[in-house]
């Protein structure tokens, strides 16, 4: 289940790694420390309706992306970065949403759609929820996880219940094939 939660964090940290390839480039143990220990300091930051994702150069740069709708946040996020063991430099690439009481509301809105199904009452519970709902100026954008098939179905289902949303891009990731 850990593991469930955190691949919304590091979703682009893995798909965009380059490959290891010279000496002085992190060994693979290297790697897995400095994807751990951000993984422990980013994931308890990562609300609901905030989105970060990072990427792990071969040299120890990190790359932060993502959205998140206070700058405090995206402070924090490079502050904590820059303290994990072996992370030589930090980009800070994360948007800080523009604020919005039409978004606010449309946040409240589509987080009520998903979360108040059965289904998903048991991630409520959780910390840091394995959907991000993220809007800017209407439109939509869904990333985490699900656990399986049905689930996407479900939160497809529960966003176009939401008629106040616009635009609405689903890069959730099914956890498991069911």
Same mark, same amino acid.
């Given at each position: 289940? *850990?593991?469930?939660?955190?691949?919304?964090?590091?979703?682009?940290?893995?798909?965009?790694?380059?490959?290891?390839?010279?000496?002085?480039? %992190?060994?693979?143990?290297?790697?897995?420390?400095?994807?751990?220990?951000? +993984?422990?300091?980013?994931?308890?930051? @990562?609300? @609901?309706?905030? +989105?970060?994702?990072?990427?792990?150069?071969?040299?120890?740069? !990190?790359?932060? %992306?993502?959205?998140?709708?206070?700058?405090?946040?995206?402070?924090?996020?490079? /502050?904590?970065? *820059?303290?994990?063991?072996?992370?030589?430099? !930090?980009?800070?690439?994360?948007?800080?949403? &523009?604020? $919005?009481?039409?978004?606010?509301? %449309?946040?409240?809105?589509? +987080?009520?759609?998903?979360?108040?199904?059965?289904?998903? $009452?048991? +991630?409520?519970?959780?910390?840091? &929820? &394995?959907?991000?709902?993220?809007?800017?100026?209407?439109?939509?954008?869904?990333?985490?996880? !699900? /656990?399986?098939?049905?689930?996407?179905?479900?939160?497809?289902?529960? @966003?176009?219940?939401?008629? $106040? /949303?616009?635009? @609405? *891009?689903?890069?959730?990731?099914?956890?498991?094939?069911?």
């Amino acid at each position: 289940m *850990k593991r469930f939660m955190l691949v919304c964090v590091a979703a682009l940290s893995i798909a965009g790694a380059a490959p290891l390839r010279a000496s002085s480039d %992190l060994s693979q143990a290297a790697r897995a420390k400095i994807e751990d220990d951000l +993984y422990r300091k980013l994931t308890p930051m @990562v609300g @609901v309706f905030d +989105y970060v994702a990072f990427k792990l150069d071969g040299d120890g740069t !990190v790359t932060l %992306l993502g959205q998140v709708r206070e700058e405090s946040f995206k402070q924090r996020a490079e /502050a904590e970065t *820059k303290k994990a063991e072996g992370v030589k430099q !930090v980009r800070n690439q994360i948007e800080v949403l &523009p604020p $919005s009481k039409t978004d606010e509301q %449309l946040r409240q809105s589509l +987080y009520q759609a998903i979360y108040d199904q059965k289904a998903f $009452s048991r +991630y409520k519970q959780q910390p840091t &929820p &394995p959907i991000h709902i993220v809007v800017r100026n209407g439109s939509v954008v869904l990333e985490g996880m !699900v /656990a399986n098939r049905q689930e996407y179905a479900q939160v497809n289902s529960a @966003v176009k219940s939401v008629s $106040s /949303a616009g635009s @609405v *891009k689903n890069n959730l990731h099914v956890d498991q094939e069911g």
